[in-house]
């Protein structure tokens, strides 16, 4: 039946509920700021676990998660957040600056800004799948951001799209856009790191919910 609780239409319908209960869930946990990297963890530990349909209470598994990650997601996203005010600040300066001669600083601290936007969704995933140093799971990202470069490429083009459309919007999609990008960019993650799994290269960590 096209309106049965096991159709295409329902499933598809609960997903996309999924996707904006997660951005509400990760938008209330980043307001400190200095939360964001636990939150968005935990956001990839639940959108990883829904692929597989093994997500169980969406709530529950994702502040689950958070707690889980609260430490280790803190202590990489600090040097995170200073990089990204770094090259932010730099980019708004020679924006304003302007004129031929700021073009290549301004393409630079760009490219510098949506680089480290891309890995950090990659240690941020790996936080959240894997049991590992904090330096392992950078070393882990850069690893995979090179290897799998087409894959961050759209990743790069999903985080600059979701940029786009805070910036155009302004605020009201900030409440929910990290939902269905998250979703999207889990979707490439899960398909990253079966393939280590099956090659034996990394054990997942133990989750259950």
Not at 3 to 29: H, T
Not at 112 to 124: D, G, H, P, T
Not at 158 to 185: A, D, N
Request: hydrophobic share 55%; proline share 2%; charged share 10%.
């Amino acid at each position: 039946m096209f309106f049965g609780l096991d159709s295409p239409f329902i499933r598809g319908i609960n997903k996309v509920v999924m996707m904006l209960y997660m951005g509400v869930l990760w938008f209330i946990c980043s307001i400190p700021i200095i939360t964001v990297g636990a939150a968005t963890s935990a956001m990839y530990e639940v959108f990883l676990q829904a692929i597989k349909n093994q997500e169980g209470y969406i709530g529950k598994s994702f502040f689950k998660a958070f707690k889980l990650n609260l430490k280790q997601g803190t202590k990489i996203w600090i040097p995170i957040l200073f990089a990204e005010v770094v090259f932010g600040i730099n980019i708004f300066y020679y924006g304003l600056l302007g004129g031929e001669a700021y073009k290549l600083q301004t393409a630079i601290f760009s490219i510098l800004f949506l680089v480290i936007r891309a890995v950090s969704a990659y240690i941020f995933a790996a936080v959240a799948k894997f049991e590992n140093s904090s330096f392992g799971h950078v070393k882990m990202a850069f690893i995979l951001a090179r290897q799998n470069w087409g894959w961050t490429l759209i990743i790069v083009f999903i985080q600059t799209l979701s940029l786009f459309l805070i910036w155009f919007f302004v605020y009201f999609p900030v409440l929910f856009i990290m939902g269905v990008t998250g979703y999207m960019e889990a979707i490439i993650f899960d398909h990253i790191f079966q393939r280590m799994i099956e090659s034996g290269l990394i054990q997942e960590r133990n989750q259950s919910y």
